[in-house]
């Protein structure tokens, strides 16, 4: 893909995002419906926090393009590499392939009907699903330089301890489950699909390594040759 188009396709990802995000500020102030409360705002929500990771990582690509020079060698671009590969890869992946999920099979458990007198059907798209398209396609704009796996796991698994710390401490806080499908659970439970969940994050993460890699094996092989 040409810079040009790159250029465009990472300003419009993320004004899409900034758009979406501000879309769910201007709710503030709204009466809540059945299934949402009001401890921890939206900051208590994976699907909000990956909205912003993605804005912040589209922000951040498009800033790149701008740069003139070896722009491989930037700290920019190490940041932008480090962010899609470890972060906005395998958690936006995660969210809309986990959401989906759950709710076909019982949507009460992750996203009660109530909610949708509060979020339009396409806000709801735009926050699980139109997510992994984006991805798919920021995987075939440009080639990512991956970290060392250890490395990338040990900061995948801080965020991932960081977020169930954060729950628990909603739910010690006022006695209720962000997401109802963890009320469910025993603690042993809990423990379990924390641990399923960070396998399944650990499994996307190299699944965008693989892509990155087959998508790009040409270009890495010339720079290798290089």
Known sequence: MSLTLRRVFHISAFSWYAFIVKSLAAKDGEELPQGIFVYGGPWKYLTFLNLLLQMLFFGVA??????????????????????????????????VLLFWTIFAYDRELVYPASIDTFFPPWMNHAMHTFVLPVLLVEVLVQ????????????????????????????????????????????????????????????????LGDKLNSHVWRKEMLTKSNS
């Open 62 to 95: 498009a800033v790149n393009d701008l740069q003139s020079g070896k722009k491989s060698e930037s700290a920019l671009n190490r940041c932008k590499d480090l962010i899609f590969s470890v972060f906005a890869f395998p958690v936006g992946m995660f969210v």
């Open 143 to 206: 080639p990512h330089i991956y970290p060392q796996t250890k490395h990338a796991l040990a900061g995948l698994g801080a965020v991932g301890l960081a977020y169930l710390s954060w729950i628990i401490w909603v739910y010690l806080s006022v006695g209720i489950w962000v997401y109802p499908l963890l009320g469910h659970f025993s603690s042993a439970g809990l423990l379990g699909f924390f641990l399923f969940n960070m396998s399944v994050v650990t499994l996307l993460y190299l």
